[in-house]
Structure formats: structure tokens, C-alpha cells
């Protein structure tokens, strides 16, 4: 089977149709092997009986149109649908006009290896009155087994009708003698339609306007999100999901199955953690598919537990997650008081942070605010009310007698320590108030001396879960010496880094700083506060454009960090000279101190006139009285060129064959100047002397 794969090329699975096409080729009529076995496959042409001797059309102006619909990705069904405007012409005699057209489609990979589907047979009847097999429409489906390029082909088509039959394809070479036609040597039709199928269908969460990570969002914010490996040009719903889903919106995807779609985060979305959900069909298979997605709540702040006097801890949760925060204490007008701190919030949105406040500072509260879209995030605390000392003071040294005493000093509604004697101790108060004092005139307290307790270690949360480690494997930087840099023009290259996480814990928008500069100590240039999330043993390329200034010149460090660890640091060396200044600069100071040189060592005019000798005396000719040009001879050359006929003009002048040039003449001189020369360096001699 020979095929000229027309069209194969790498494009993307369409639902666009291909045609309406001419097929290619043409038919053969013959008739099947009367002896053949009655189940045999319709396309066995053993045996066959030719009753044509040329190459039959397809029909009148034939025209095909195939498409493909359906799933693009491995475990889908990819679904095609074939047109064919005409057919053949059939022998008039026959007195049965009803018969069965058979379809062959092959599935061709890269490697142009095929996969036979099963013929897709459709009847047909000839109307009365007419000798042409009518239009026909077939449609099928196919598995996709594996990812990549490949294509549907139609292979050939058997019209069947009672006492003849048809093989139609893309061979268009006859040769009776050898015997190939259509029936025993097919070729593949013009009829292909390409695509590329993936491995899997993805939802993939691309950006969250207002976030800088792709796990939390905001009521307000916009979750934007990208699909592939969906059915072609079919509508996705998509939805926010906790414990309930809400109010889905659809994303419909092009022919490729990919698209793309923003999912708003309504005011009343439920908050915690969820995810984004898409539902869809993979072949007759329900498909969901969630990425993680927890909708923050209003941001808190609550007094730590370590608090004192001078130091104010304070914790917070439900902040936007990686993004700065400011604390401030103020006092009851609500002025500041003391520094403000600024910390990052967690990827979980939490923060801790410490204030130092002098110790007449009159703290009434702590509030913590932090940008969002262009509007202010702000939480509060009371300190008075919030009990900074969290309790650590309740019932001390209470219940001498009953116990009444116990609530004067109590902290934080603590009261879980008793007295020593017998009262209950228990205190409601909710101050921070100072240890319990022993009234006047009472006896001592016997305070008993410590005792060992057991110590129980717990283990760091986020170390169970695993740390999360950037580490940069690999710097260069590529780019090629223009021919600006060498005349001092700002020459540009490509930082690439190799980025791998090297950790246990999946690293979300890790940072990003870069410094250009000479020295040791050179501000950033560049940093971004995130700019993907790595898995756990992935890795990834970041290429990020470097650029230095007009009339750089010498060696300049290009280093930086990604993430926070000391395996996320890096640095190199960018060297840039732009020599052909230099080369210029060289060239100018060789032709000035050319030029001086040649001043210098210039003879004086006086002495070129002692070269030249004295002037010959007037109407005497120089030298031995010769002239090297015979001018008289010249007089009658030019005459010669007067006449184009090459006739003297005046013809009775007298004509001698001496030449222009007089070589005895042109000897002399040679000599005389060769004595002058020689003269010449005679007087050097005596004047360096």
C-alpha cells in the first residue's frame, strides 16, 4: 500500500474540515472472482476480472470534505465525518441499481506507521434515470492510543454493486501490460486530516489577579485558568469548590481542545480551602479535574503569647499569602507609637511579627494593614482587652484562707491555678494585670523549690511536611558581540539559570533579585516577587534579558538569588571591551606622529634649491640642451590624428619616423637625477655631522 501522505504535517487536531477537495487518483471496474469465498473481505481482489481499460474519474467534478471532532487526548475518541458530492458511472445493464460503498481509513503516527480501522459501509440506490452511484456520507470514530502527531487518511472505497465493482483511490498510473491499476496497486487519497494529541487533559491555574501565588485568592479577586487534551471546541463548565460548588461559568475550548478562561471569586464564595473544579468526558468516561484554590477570609491579628512590657508579639492569619504586612502599636487616639514592622506573610497567610515600644509608651492597640488591589487590608487588636500577658498571673499566691482574693489579680479569664491552701483561686478578670501581692502584716509564703518535669519535643509542623529548598545548577549567559559593542554601544546578552527544587515540599513564587555592576556591594537591578511553583526534584530554565549601559568597558559581576537559601545564590561574569575605539583611538596617534615625522625630517628650502642646481639661462634648455619629449616629432603626431582618414593634414610638411619620446634623451636624465641624489646625501651626511 503506497501513500504520498499529502498535507502531513505536525498541525494541532481541527475540527476545521479539509476540503472540499478533488481525492486524487481514480477508479478501476472489474468483476470479483466468481470462485472466491462468498465471506471474503470486500477489498480481495484475487482473481478479478478487469473491464476497464483506462483510468475511470471518481465521478462528475468530484469533491470530498473530511473532518475530525471529538477528544485530543490518550483514552479519547476522536470522531470523523467523510463527504463524498458524487460517484462513479455503473454499467447500465445491470437491473439491480441498489449497492454498499466501502470506506477504508488508515491512522498514520509520525513514523508514518498505520493502523488499519474497520471499513465504515454505507448503502446506496441508484436513481431511475440515472447511471452515477449517488453522494455519500460516512462517519466513524478511532481510539487515541498515543500522544503526538498522527492523521486519518482515507485509504481507498469499494462501490458494490450485483455483477460489478468499483476500487477507487489516489493511483493515477495504468499499465495493462504490467498490470497495475487501482484495484491491485492502490495509493493513498488526498484526503488526510493531521492532529496532535497529549498524554492527558490539564486544568492549570496560570494567574491569580491579586495574589502573588496560585493557591489562594480573595473574594473579588480573578482566578485566570488554562485547559488542554479537552474534546475539541466543546464548552467547559468551571467552578470554585469547598464543600459545595459554586455558580459555574463555561470555557470553550478551540479546536486544538485547549482554551483558556477567568473564573471571578464572587463576594459570598465560601471561605477555606477548595479548589477550581472542571468537569468533562474523556471518551464515554466522567472526568473531574481540580487544582487547589483556598478562598482567605478577613485577615486577623491576635496578641502572641510572649508578650510584655516592652515587647508586643503579635500572630495574624488570612493575609494574602507571600505579600508584606505592616504592624504598628498606637495608642488610644490611634496615633503610632514606636516603629512600624513589616513582615511577609506565610504561603498559608499567616504572620508573626514583634514590636519594641519604649516603657513609658502608652500601647492601647495593634493594627496591621496591607495593600490589595488598590484598596487597604486592616485588622486590629485591643491590648488593654486582649490580656498581653495571656494569663500567666491567675490565682498566684491566692486562697490563704477561702480563696475570694483569687480574682483581684487574675489574667487573661485564666484561673486554672489554685491557691495553695484550699481556695478555689479561680479568676474572671481579664487585665494584664501584675502578680498577686500578700496583704499587710501576712505571713511569708513558703514557695517550694522547682522540680524536674518531663519535657515533650514536638516536631516542627512544617518540617513533618517537608522544606522546601531552590538551588541554581547551572548560570550562562549567551548573546554574540555586535559590531555596536566594539564601537562603544551598549551591549546586551541572556542571563540563563537552571533552577531545581532540591527540597522535600513544593516551592509556590519563589523570589527573584539580580545585580549588574562592578564590586563586590552592587544594588539590585531587577527582582520580582514571584515567578512560578517547582515541584520536588523538578526543574526549570529562567532566561531573563541583561543589558549594560553605552561605553561599558572592563569586567562586570552579574549575580543574585532565587528564593531564600544559600543553594539559590549565583553569579558570573559579563567582559565587554569596545576595541575598535580603541583600534580608531591607535590609528589617529599613528597618523599624527606620521605627520610629525615627516615635518621634521623635511629637507629646508634651501637646500632643495642647492639640489636643483643653478636655473639654466634664458632660452637655453636644461641639462645637456635634450628634451625627453621631441616636440616637434609630437606637432606632427597630433596632426596625424586630425584627419580620421589618417591623412597628414598638411601633407606637405616634412615626415620622419623619430619617436615622441627621445630615449637617449630620457638616459641623460635618469643620470642627472642619480647625481643629484647622490649630491643630496652628501649634504645630509654633513649636516648630521
Same mark, same amino acid.
Given at each position: 500500500?503506497?501513500?504520498?501522505?499529502?498535507?502531513?504535517v505536525?498541525?494541532?487536531?481541527?475540527?476545521?474540515?479539509?476540503g472540499?477537495?478533488?481525492?486524487?487518483?481514480?477508479?478501476?471496474?472489474?468483476?470479483?472472482?466468481?470462485?472466491?469465498?462468498?465471506? +471474503?473481505?470486500?477489498?480481495?481482489?484475487?482473481g478479478?476480472?478487469?473491464?476497464s481499460?483506462?483510468?475511470?474519474?471518481?465521478?462528475?467534478?468530484?469533491?470530498?470534505?473530511?473532518q475530525t471532532?471529538?477528544?485530543?487526548a490518550?483514552g479519547g475518541d476522536?470522531?470523523?465525518?467523510?463527504?463524498?458530492?458524487?460517484?462513479?458511472?455503473?454499467?447500465?445493464?445491470?437491473?439491480?441499481?441498489?449497492g454498499?460503498?466501502?470506506?477504508?481509513?488508515?491512522?498514520?503516527?509520525?513514523?508514518?506507521?498505520?493502523?488499519p480501522?474497520?471499513?465504515?459501509a454505507?448503502?446506496?440506490?441508484?436513481?431511475?434515470?440515472?447511471d452515477?452511484?449517488?453522494p455519500?456520507?460516512?462517519?466513524?470514530t478511532?481510539?487515541?492510543?498515543?500522544?503526538?502527531?498522527?492523521?486519518?487518511?482515507?485509504?481507498?472505497?469499494?462501490f458494490?454493486?450485483?455483477? /460489478?465493482?468499483?476500487v477507487?483511490?489516489?493511483?493515477?498510473?495504468?499499465?495493462?501490460?504490467d498490470?497495475?491499476n487501482?484495484a491491485?496497486t492502490?495509493q493513498?487519497t488526498?484526503?488526510?486530516?493531521?492532529m496532535?494529541?497529549?498524554?492527558?487533559?490539564?486544568?492549570?491555574?496560570?494567574r491569580?489577579?491579586g495574589q502573588?501565588?496560585l493557591?489562594?485568592?480573595?473574594?473579588?479577586?480573578?482566578?485566570e485558568?488554562?485547559?488542554?487534551?479537552?474534546?475539541?471546541?466543546? &464548552?467547559?463548565?468551571?467552578?470554585?469548590?469547598?464543600?459545595?460548588?459554586?455558580r459555574?461559568?463555561?470555557?470553550?475550548?478551540?479546536?486544538?481542545g485547549s482554551?483558556?478562561r477567568t473564573?471571578?471569586?464572587?463576594?459570598?464564595a465560601?471561605?477555606?480551602?477548595?479548589t477550581v473544579?472542571?468537569?468533562?468526558?474523556?471518551?464515554?468516561?466522567?472526568?473531574?479535574l481540580?487544582?487547589?484554590?483556598?478562598?482567605?477570609?478577613?485577615?486577623?491579628v491576635?496578641?502572641?503569647?510572649?508578650?510584655?512590657k516592652?515587647?508586643?508579639?503579635?500572630?495574624?492569619a488570612?493575609?494574602?499569602?507571600l505579600?508584606?504586612?505592616s504592624?504598628?502599636?498606637?495608642?488610644?487616639?490611634?496615633?503610632?507609637?514606636g516603629?512600624?514592622?513589616?513582615?511577609?506573610?506565610?504561603?498559608?497567610?499567616?504572620?508573626?511579627?514583634e514590636?519594641?515600644?519604649?516603657?513609658?509608651? &502608652?500601647?492601647?492597640g495593634v $493594627?496591621?494593614?496591607?495593600?490589595h488591589?488598590?484598596t487597604?487590608?486592616k485588622?486590629?487588636?485591643? $491590648?488593654?482587652?486582649?490580656?498581653?500577658?495571656?494569663?500567666?498571673d491567675?490565682g498566684?499566691?491566692?486562697?490563704n484562707?477561702?480563696?475570694?482574693?483569687?480574682?483581684?489579680?487574675a489574667?487573661?479569664?485564666?484561673?486554672?491555678?489554685?491557691?495553695?491552701?484550699?481556695?478555689?483561686?479561680?479568676?474572671?478578670?481579664?487585665?494584664?494585670s501584675?502578680?498577686?501581692?500578700s496583704?499587710?502584716g501576712?505571713?511569708?509564703?513558703?514557695?517550694?523549690?522547682?522540680?524536674?518535669?518531663?519535657?515533650?519535643?514536638v516536631a516542627d509542623?512544617?518540617?513533618a511536611?517537608g522544606?522546601?529548598e531552590?538551588?541554581?545548577?547551572?548560570v550562562?549567559?549567551?548573546?554574540?558581540?555586535?559590531?555596536?559593542?566594539?564601537?562603544?554601544?551598549?551591549p546586551?546578552?541572556?542571563?540563563k539559570?537552571?533552577?531545581e527544587n532540591?527540597?522535600?515540599a513544593?516551592?509556590?513564587?519563589?523570589?527573584?533579585?539580580?545585580?549588574v555592576?562592578?564590586g563586590?556591594?552592587?544594588?539590585?537591578?531587577y527582582?520580582?516577587d514571584?515567578?512560578?511553583?517547582?515541584a520536588?526534584g523538578?526543574?526549570?530554565?529562567? /532566561?531573563?534579558p541583561?543589558?549594560?549601559?553605552?561605553?561599558?568597558f572592563g569586567v562586570?559581576?552579574?549575580?543574585? /538569588?532565587?528564593?531564600e537559601?544559600?543553594?539559590?545564590?549565583?553569579?558570573?561574569?559579563?567582559?565587554?571591551?569596545p576595541?575598535?575605539?580603541?583600534?580608531?583611538?591607535?590609528?589617529?596617534?599613528?597618523?599624527?606622529a606620521?605627520?610629525?615625522r615627516?615635518?621634521?625630517?623635511?629637507?629646508a628650502?634651501?637646500?632643495?634649491?642647492?639640489?636643483a642646481?643653478p636655473p639654466p639661462?634664458?632660452?637655453a634648455?636644461?641639462?645637456?640642451?635634450?628634451?625627453?619629449?621631441?616636440?616637434a616629432?609630437?606637432?606632427?603626431?597630433?596632426?596625424?590624428? +586630425?584627419?580620421g582618414?589618417g $591623412?597628414?593634414?598638411? +601633407?606637405?610638411?616634412?615626415?620622419?619616423?623619430?619617436?615622441?619620446?627621445?630615449?637617449? +634623451?630620457?638616459e641623460?636624465?635618469?643620470?642627472r637625477?642619480?647625481?643629484?641624489?647622490a649630491?643630496g646625501?652628501?649634504?645630509?651626511?654633513?649636516?648630521?655631522?
Amino acid at each position: 500500500m503506497g501513500s504520498a501522505l499529502p498535507g502531513f504535517v505536525g498541525a494541532s487536531a481541527s475540527a476545521a474540515p479539509v476540503g472540499p477537495i478533488d481525492p486524487g487518483g481514480g477508479c478501476w471496474r472489474y468483476l470479483p472472482n466468481p470462485a472466491a469465498d462468498p465471506d +471474503a473481505a470486500i477489498d480481495d481482489v484475487d482473481g478479478i476480472l478487469a473491464l476497464s481499460t483506462q483510468l475511470e474519474p471518481w465521478g462528475v467534478d468530484p469533491r470530498m470534505t473530511l473532518q475530525t471532532a471529538g477528544d485530543t487526548a490518550v483514552g479519547g475518541d476522536r470522531t470523523y465525518s467523510l463527504t463524498n458530492s458524487t460517484g462513479p458511472e455503473v454499467l447500465p445493464l445491470l437491473s439491480d441499481r441498489e449497492g454498499t460503498a466501502y470506506y477504508y481509513f488508515d491512522v498514520l503516527d509520525a513514523d508514518s506507521k498505520r493502523t488499519p480501522l474497520e471499513p465504515v459501509a454505507v448503502d446506496f440506490e441508484i436513481e431511475a434515470g440515472k447511471d452515477a452511484i449517488p453522494p455519500t456520507q460516512v462517519d466513524g470514530t478511532f481510539p487515541i492510543t498515543a500522544a503526538g502527531t498522527s492523521a486519518l487518511i482515507l485509504r481507498t472505497v469499494f462501490f458494490d454493486l450485483p455483477g /460489478q465493482r468499483l476500487v477507487c483511490n489516489g493511483q493515477d498510473e495504468v499499465d495493462l501490460a504490467d498490470g497495475i491499476n487501482p484495484a491491485t496497486t492502490p495509493q493513498d487519497t488526498a484526503m488526510l486530516a493531521s492532529m496532535t494529541t497529549v498524554a492527558a487533559q490539564r486544568l492549570t491555574v496560570t494567574r491569580v489577579v491579586g495574589q502573588d501565588v496560585l493557591n489562594a485568592a480573595r473574594p473579588g479577586d480573578e482566578v485566570e485558568t488554562s485547559l488542554s487534551g479537552f474534546a475539541s471546541e466543546t &464548552k467547559i463548565p468551571l467552578a470554585l469548590c469547598g464543600t459545595t460548588c459554586g455558580r459555574p461559568v463555561e470555557a470553550t475550548t478551540l479546536a486544538d481542545g485547549s482554551g483558556t478562561r477567568t473564573l471571578p471569586v464572587p463576594a459570598d464564595a465560601a471561605t477555606g480551602t477548595g479548589t477550581v473544579r472542571a468537569t468533562t468526558k474523556l471518551g464515554k468516561a466522567d472526568v473531574v479535574l481540580d487544582q487547589p484554590m483556598r478562598v482567605l477570609a478577613a485577615p486577623t491579628v491576635r496578641l502572641g503569647d510572649t508578650s510584655d512590657k516592652n515587647r508586643i508579639r503579635v500572630a495574624g492569619a488570612e493575609w494574602d499569602p507571600l505579600r508584606q504586612v505592616s504592624v504598628t502599636a498606637v495608642d488610644g487616639s490611634g496615633t503610632p507609637v514606636g516603629n512600624a514592622v513589616s513582615v511577609a506573610a506565610a504561603a498559608t497567610g499567616a504572620i508573626d511579627a514583634e514590636l519594641t515600644v519604649a516603657d513609658d509608651a &502608652k500601647v492601647a492597640g495593634v $493594627v496591621a494593614t496591607q495593600d490589595h488591589r488598590g484598596t487597604t487590608l486592616k485588622a486590629t487588636v485591643d $491590648v488593654a482587652a486582649g490580656g498581653a500577658g495571656g494569663g500567666s498571673d491567675a490565682g498566684d499566691g491566692a486562697g490563704n484562707d477561702t480563696g475570694n482574693g483569687a480574682g483581684d489579680n487574675a489574667g487573661n479569664g485564666a484561673g486554672n491555678d489554685a491557691g495553695n491552701d484550699a481556695g478555689s483561686g479561680a479568676g474572671t478578670g481579664s487585665g494584664s494585670s501584675p502578680s498577686a501581692v500578700s496583704p499587710p502584716g501576712a505571713a511569708p509564703i513558703d514557695i517550694p523549690a522547682p522540680v524536674d518535669l518531663p519535657v515533650t519535643t514536638v516536631a516542627d509542623p512544617q518540617a513533618a511536611a517537608g522544606a522546601a529548598e531552590l538551588a541554581v545548577t547551572k548560570v550562562s549567559l549567551t548573546g554574540s558581540t555586535r559590531f555596536g559593542d566594539l564601537m562603544g554601544g551598549g551591549p546586551d546578552r541572556v542571563l540563563k539559570l537552571r533552577v531545581e527544587n532540591v527540597g522535600t515540599a513544593e516551592v509556590v513564587a519563589p523570589g527573584l533579585s539580580i545585580a549588574v555592576g562592578k564590586g563586590e556591594k552592587v544594588d539590585p537591578v531587577y527582582s520580582s516577587d514571584g515567578f512560578a511553583r517547582l515541584a520536588p526534584g523538578k526543574s526549570l530554565t529562567l /532566561q531573563i534579558p541583561i543589558g549594560l549601559p553605552a561605553g561599558a568597558f572592563g569586567v562586570y559581576t552579574i549575580s543574585g /538569588q532565587v528564593g531564600e537559601g544559600s543553594s539559590g545564590a549565583f553569579s558570573t561574569t559579563f567582559e565587554t571591551y569596545p576595541w575598535g575605539l580603541f583600534a580608531l583611538n591607535a590609528l589617529g596617534v599613528l597618523l599624527i606622529a606620521f605627520a610629525i615625522r615627516r615635518r621634521i625630517f623635511a629637507p629646508a628650502p634651501s637646500r632643495v634649491a642647492s639640489l636643483a642646481g643653478p636655473p639654466p639661462a634664458a632660452g637655453a634648455s636644461s641639462g645637456d640642451g635634450a628634451a625627453v619629449i621631441d616636440l616637434a616629432v609630437l606637432e606632427r603626431w597630433w596632426a596625424l590624428q +586630425a584627419d580620421g582618414e589618417g $591623412v597628414p593634414v598638411n +601633407a606637405g610638411a616634412d615626415m620622419t619616423a623619430d619617436a615622441v619620446v627621445d630615449v637617449d +634623451a630620457v638616459e641623460r636624465w635618469l643620470e642627472r637625477c642619480s647625481a643629484r641624489q647622490a649630491q643630496g646625501d652628501q649634504i645630509s651626511a654633513k649636516t648630521t655631522s
